[in-house]
């Protein structure tokens, strides 16, 4: 019978924590990435330059969450880094290479207008690749890593596999929905128009992507399929569908309505049901199927210095992010007035 092991100690703290961050992450660097998947079709001049100066404030301060998720891993679940990262070297390694690229482009497309054109080719591969990396890392850890002893045991290549390509694939899709609902919220005019055309086809393909992950996931291991479909987690684990339906048309409704943030804020919701959705399938282990959070975690006083810091820099970062959203609110033209 599948449980839910639930208590307030310091790894489960610590596993919330770096969840949160992950998830925040997800929010905040998710829509900027999608703008960089969406930027081959936008128009050359007044909406590719709209869409940029929409997220020029903000995208650099996104990726904060990521280094926040990564090491807090590190230093709070060491086991768990010592056999995760060795498992997905490849699309990790893939995906901070994108991201660099990216970010050149991002600053050299403004002060380099000879060969803007190039530095937009780099911007839309750096945001592509780094989106599929991270569906591939995903899919990777979902499916499992084999673990010898204390350490990762399998090849450098056991990460690709066709599941992996279908999760790379979706967070690509959800990523690019994600942009052309934050481009229908800050943006005006053509732009607009053509963005809510982009979110009901993508949020068409988002729902197929959704449907396909969620019917693979439980056949990858017994485990998941019992926390899923056994008594009584099944009482919990049916209210995730549920909320993804009901989310799924609330946000087709405020498409066709003409909403300006309902849609963006309707997509996050379905990200935060998919994310409930993983921890469903994983939680309380760290490396799923294998090892739990408490296996993982590092001495009782690391972890409590550790909370510490966070408690203190996790409100501040907070703050200056809700700040920075909050100054640079409302629309965006190509001219970067808001």
């Known amino acids: 019978m ?6 307030f100690d310091l790894p489960t703290i610590w596993a919330f924590v770096i969840a949160f961050a992950i998830f925040a992450y997800v929010v ?8 960089g998947i969406l930027f081959p079709t936008l128009q050359v001049g007044h909406e590719r330059d709209a869409a940029m100066n929409s997220i020029a404030p903000v995208w650099d301060g996104n990726e904060t969450w990521l280094v926040l ?24 390694i893939a995906m901070l290479l994108a991201l660099v690229f990216r970010g050149v482009a991002f600053e050299f ?29 995903l899919g990777a850890l979902l499916q499992g890593v084999i673990i010898s002893g204390r350490n990762y045991g399998g090849g450098w290549w056991d990460w690709a596999t066709p599941f992996t390509m279908l999760t790379g694939i979706s967070v690509v899709i959800g990523y690019a929905l994600l942009g052309a609902t934050w ?6 005019f053509s732009l607009q128009q053509h963005a809510y055309r982009y979110a009901q086809v993508l949020g068409i393909a988002t729902v197929i992507c959704i449907i396909a992950v969620s019917a693979a996931t439980p056949f990858l291991s017994n485990a ?4 899923w479909f056994a008594w009584p987690s099944i009482l919990i684990a049916a209210q995730v569908p549920l909320l993804v339906a009901i989310f799924i048309y609330l946000f087709f409704r405020s498409l066709n309505r003409g909403d300006h943030a309902l849609p963006f804020l309707l997509a996050l919701g379905l990200f935060l049901l998919n994310f409930i959705g993983l921890g469903i399938s994983i939680y309380p282990h760290i490396v799923p199927n294998q090892i739990t959070i408490w296996e993982a975690a590092a001495p009782r006083g690391s972890q409590m210095f550790m909370l510490v810091g966070a408690a203190v820099l996790i409100p501040i970062i907070l703050a200056y992010t809700a700040y ?15």
Do not use: C, N
Not at 28 to 35: A, H, N, Q, R
Not at 183 to 188: A, K, S, V
């Open 2 to 7: 599948a449980s839910f092991p639930v208590s």
């Open 28 to 35: 905040m660097d998710g829509f900027d990435l999608g703008i």
């Open 183 to 188: 481009l229908i919220m800050r943006t005006e």
């Open 324 to 338: 920075a959203y909050w100054v640079f609110r409302g629309k965006v033209g190509a001219e970067g007035y808001h």
């Open 109 to 137: 497309r403004w002060r380099d207008p000879a060969h803007r054109p190039l530095w937009d080719i780099a911007f839309a591969a750096g945001s592509t690749i780094a989106a599929f990396a991270q569906g591939v890392a």
């Open 69 to 92: 998720g990564g090491g807090g891993l590190m230093a709070a679940f060491p086991l768990a880094f010592a056999i995760i990262m060795p498992a997905i070297y490849a699309p990790i």
């Open 224 to 227: 998941y399929y019992q926390r």
